[in-house]
Every structure is written in C-alpha cells, then in structure tokens.
C-alpha cells in the first residue's frame, strides 16, 4: 500500500513543470525568482555586449598600430583622425597631438612644462578608456556574488512555507511536503543559474580588459618618448 502511495506521489511529481512550480509558490519566492531571472537576462546582455566590444576594440587596435607604424606623418593621422570620434589609442594618440599642436600654436617655450601636459592628457585619456572597457562589470560581479544568497532566501521563505502548510494539514505525507520544498529549492537553482554565468563572465572580461589596458598604457608611454624626442628637436639650444 505504501510502495502505491510513494508510486503515485512521484507519478505525480514528475508531471509538475518548472512553470507550475513558480506559480505554485507564494508571493515573496515570485519575487525572488522574478528578480533573478531578471538578473540573469541582464548578465546574459551584458556579457554578449562585452564580448563584442572587446572584439572590436581589439581589432581597432590592431589596425591602428598598422597604420601609426606604416610611416605616415603624424600629422596626416591626426588630420585623419581628428575628424571623427575615436577610442583606444585613437583616442590617445588625437589628446596627445591636440596639446602638442596647441602648445607650440600659443609659442609654448617650456619643453618640460608641455611634456608634462602632454602626460597628463594621456593620463586623463587613458583613465576615460578603462572606464569605458570596465563599465557594467562591476553588475556581473554584484549578480555573482549576491544571487545564490537571494536564492537562498527565496529557498529559506518557501520552506517555512511548506512547513505552515505540514502544520495546517497535520500531516508529513510526501504529497504535501514535496511541492513546497521542490518551489524553495527552485528559487536556489534560479539564483545558482544567474550566478554561475556571471563570476565566469566577470573573469574573462576582467583579464580581456586588463590586456588591453596594458596595451594602452603601452602605446601611451611609447608615443610620449617618441613627442619627447620631437620637443628635444624643436627647442633651440641655448
């Protein structure tokens, strides 16, 4: 009799969906499964984003060194460059020229005093990059760290629910305990589901943007020798 009763339980358990699950539980675990799911679309958004903007600012890269050390004049690039919106060492190399051709425009007579300009303006540029390449990066590690314990909350509020209704019903029969903890453990699945993909995500795309940062930095101190160079050669020894 019992080995029927156990049969039929889990015949029926297993013709209940995920979707009869969600509105199954109650109020607050809608909630909570609501938000991580909303979380999860977001992540999933963000890390599509992310992956293609980083493709493209990589190969932006790459065709701008082709062409900075293909021995055009820097101020063909510039003239070039000037004319439309630019980012990564685009966006550095016009900063740094646009001090340079401003400085020796006003009769700037200080080499030290325009090489310092020309730094911090490479500096300012810089920062203003990695902010752009480590925007919303900061949401994949928020979600990654706070989703399973949202789950876990929602997992929490469905057991003392299924609880209430064991004590309501005065019976620990499997067909009344079963629904309530197969809800509460969903909310955690849900905030594991939007938490796993996150912490990966925030990873790579943490190390993607600390590469091309460096790869930044590394222009923007290259090209300020090579404009330290040129101030040496235009000021007139005394």
């Known amino acids: 009799m ?3 009763v156990v049969h039929e339980t889990l015949a029926a358990a297993g013709s209940v969906s995920m979707w009869d699950l969600f509105w199954q539980a109650g109020l607050i675990v809608k909630l909570v499964m609501m938000g991580l799911i909303v979380a999860s679309v977001w992540t999933w958004a963000i890390i599509v984003d992310k992956s293609m903007r ?6 932006q890269l790459n065709s701008f060194e082709t062409h900075f050390w293909s021995g055009q004049s820097l101020e063909d690039l510039y003239h070039n460059l000037s004319e439309r919106k630019t980012s990564g060492m685009g966006a550095l190399f016009v900063a740094a020229m646009r001090e340079w051709k401003k400085s020796f425009e006003k009769g700037a007579r200080s080499p030290i005093g325009l090489q310092a300009r020309i730094e911090k303006a490479l500096d300012v540029t810089l920062a203003r990059e ?3 390449l480590e925007s919303r990066l900061g949401f994949l590690a928020t979600i990654g760290s706070a989703a399973p314990f949202v789950g876990l909350f929602g997992t929490v509020v469905g057991i ?9 019903s005065k019976s620990t029969n499997l067909a009344v305990v079963a629904p309530g903890i197969a809800e509460a453990l969903l909310a955690t699945a849900i905030g594991l589901v939007a938490a796993i993909p996150a912490v990966i995500a925030y990873n790579k795309l943490s190390a993607d943007a600390g590469k091309i940062g460096l790869r930044l930095e590394a222009f923007a101190d290259e090209f300020s020798a090579i404009l330290s160079r040129q101030i040496d050669e235009r ?4």
């Open 2 to 4: 019992n080995g029927e």
């Open 54 to 59: 980083f493709g493209r600012v990589r190969r």
């Open 130 to 132: 990695m902010d752009d």
């Open 160 to 168: 003392m629910t299924s609880f209430q209704a064991i004590a309501g």
């Open 235 to 238: 000021t007139p020894a005394r």
